[in-house]
């Protein structure tokens, strides 16, 4: 089945800088990735996602950016924010599997310092 | 918020006793979905249903079973025989259409 690692675990930044978060996957025909962010006890939310058919997408601070060839995908935020403080998740979705059926990475908990 | 409740949101056992987690979604998705949710392991898949009275198991489903009797709701039953219950849970739904799953709040179980 999908295999999904991401990296790194932890991730602590200066406000205004920028984060980047990076997940592998190991199905090739993986067709859609998803990523999340979950505040502390509140349950996960969409913040981007991207298909296979597309490298990039923007949407105002965060980009998702997509390498099949690699089987890679990265979350970059630009001018982080304290209220960036959460915990991401990446996942991927496996071409003709059950829809919506989701496998995540590990998560990356990241801080954003004043 | 998603139309996607599960209550209670804490929930306390002693071990070997079986408890039952609700799940109810007013979205009319025809997907369901339960997560287990430990610190560092992301979110792991217990179990799924894609339609009314069928579901399937995820990668960790020993120790639990769900039902699917009706559209809206999806419970998962604990059993005694999980060895390590005490975390937290996440339902999840998706309109079987399109691939965003919108969760649920969560209930954090503790077995002690």
């Known amino acids: 089945g999908e295999n999904v690692e991401q990296h790194p675990s932890t991730l602590s930044v200066q406000e205004g800088d920028s984060a980047v978060i990076k997940c592998t996957y190991s199905?090739?025909?993986?067709?859609?990735f998803p990523w999340y962010k979950q505040e502390l006890g509140k349950r996960p939310q969409l913040i981007i996602d991207i298909r296979s058919n597309v490298g990039e997408k923007k949407d105002q601070r965060i980009a998702v950016t997509l390498n099949k060839t690699a089987k890679h995908f990265s979350l970059h935020i630009t001018e982080t924010q304290p209220e960036d403080s959460a915990v991401y998740f990446c996942?991927?979705?496996?071409?003709?599997?059950?829809?919506?059926?989701?496998?995540f990475g590990q998560g990356t908990i990241l801080t954003v310092h004043p | 918020d998603g139309g996607i409740t599960q209550s209670p949101k804490y929930l306390f056992r002693k071990e070997g006793q079986n408890v039952t987690l609700s799940c109810e979604q007013n979205l009319n998705h025809d997907a369901m979905y339960w997560y287990r949710q430990d610190p560092g392991q992301g979110l792991r898949l217990i179990y799924y249903?894609?339609?009314?009275?069928?579901?399937q198991k995820g990668d960790i489903a020993e120790g639990y079973s769900v039902s699917r009797e009706k559209k809206e709701s999806f419970p998962l039953t604990v059993t005694s025989a999980q060895k390590n219950p005490t975390a937290f849970y996440l339902c999840?739904?998706?309109?079987?259409?399109?691939?965003?799953?919108?969760f649920g709040p969560g209930t954090r179980l503790t077995v002690t």
């Open positions: 249903s894609q339609i009314v009275n069928d579901f």
């Open positions: 996942a991927a979705k496996v071409r003709g599997t059950s829809y919506g059926k989701l496998t």
């Open positions: 999840a739904s998706n309109p079987g259409q399109g691939y965003e799953q919108y």
């Open positions: 199905d090739s025909a993986s067709n859609y």
